[in-house]
């Protein structure tokens, strides 16, 4: 269950309002890479890894709590943005509490102008946060992302926390107000903590690359597709010679894809190259592999009555 405490994790600060970025600032309440999918996408991967894997569980939820609580925060900043807009909807004098934050009708002209822009703020919130991004996007429920694997979801969870930062990181360039620069700040540097909480989390899993279960097959795990010229010439690099970085096979670059597709009757007539990996050594370990995650799964499970109260 949760609890809910009436102050916010970090202090939030507005100078004075500003419906332009309140605005941009809806894109980390309601959009695709914002605090609400975070802290759902982590909720709702946690309830599959509760007995199987609860130290897992644990951080899952400890994480989703904390983007709940920067939800809270980026809501609190919107609504500081955007004080006054409730005001004037029911006051038309000049003299509103709107001109005196403003220090003048000119800003508070200005003001007015700005929140028009977006009359969402107006004709529906009544000057509060929106579950919708920056152009208006009503949140959905397909940002979240949840597949059942641990090392897959773990993923998912660092490039969302990459995907986080880098929209504060362009955001804290459209305020000059310091309090919410401190704010933005403060909750990008919170997605870089995450971001190494659950790459940590991933390397305590073993093997954790390919993900799942099945290991591919070892004909086509190491060949680069030649697919591309600059200056009649291929790219050569990381990704496609020497060791390849999570298998450590060796990359087997196809300089001509058209005639090495024919040659191979559609790459049916090849023979895996540049690794140790064989059809034999693979199938033996995925049979060991898809018995030790079944244990793990289904004897945590075995272990508990059908019951979820206290732990
Ligand atoms: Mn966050
Ligand atoms: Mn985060």
Not at 1 to 6: D, E, I, N, P
Not at 12 to 33: I, K, T, W, Y
Request: aromatic share 10%; charged share 25%; with cysteine.
């Amino acid at each position: 269950m949760f609890h809910h405490v009436k102050e916010l994790q970090f202090k939030a600060r507005v100078s004075r309002p500003d419906p332009r970025f309140a605005r941009l600032l809806l894109e980390q309440f309601g959009g695709g890479n914002g605090e609400l999918k975070a802290a759902m996408q982590y909720f709702v991967q946690a309830f599959g890894v509760r007995h199987p894997y609860p130290d897992k569980y644990d951080m899952l939820m400890d994480i989703a709590t904390e983007e709940f609580s920067h939800l809270e925060i980026v809501g609190a900043t919107i609504q500081m943005l955007l004080s006054g807009v409730n005001g004037e909807l029911k006051n038309v004098a000049e003299e509103s509490e709107l001109t005196r934050l403003l220090d003048g009708r000119d800003s508070r002209d200005t003001y007015i102008h700005e929140a028009m822009m977006n009359p969402q703020f107006f004709v529906l919130s009544g000057g509060g946060p929106l579950v919708t991004d920056s152009g208006g996007n009503p949140w959905s429920g397909a940002y979240v992302n949840a597949n059942g694997d641990l090392s897959v979801d773990l993923r998912s969870n660092i490039a969302a926390e990459a995907r986080a930062k880098i929209v504060y990181e362009y955001l804290v360039q459209f305020t000059d107000d310091p309090g919410v620069k401190d704010t933005l700040n403060f909750l990008m540097t919170r997605e870089i903590a995450h971001a190494q909480m659950f790459q940590a989390a991933l390397d305590t899993i073993e093997p954790n690359f390919p993900p799942g279960i099945l290991q591919g097959d070892p004909r086509h795990s190491n060949t680069y597709f030649n697919l591309s010229e600059r200056d009649g010439e291929p790219i050569r690099s990381t990704w496609n010679q020497g060791a390849s970085a999570c298998l450590g096979e060796h990359w087997q670059f196809i300089e001509n894809p058209r005639s090495y597709v024919r040659e191979t009757d559609g790459l049916t007539q090849t023979e895996a190259r540049g690794t140790v990996r064989t059809e034999e050594s693979i199938r033996t370990q995925e049979r060991e592999l898809s018995v030790r995650r079944s244990r793990e799964v289904n004897g945590a499970s075995e272990q508990r009555n059908m019951e979820w109260g206290r732990d």
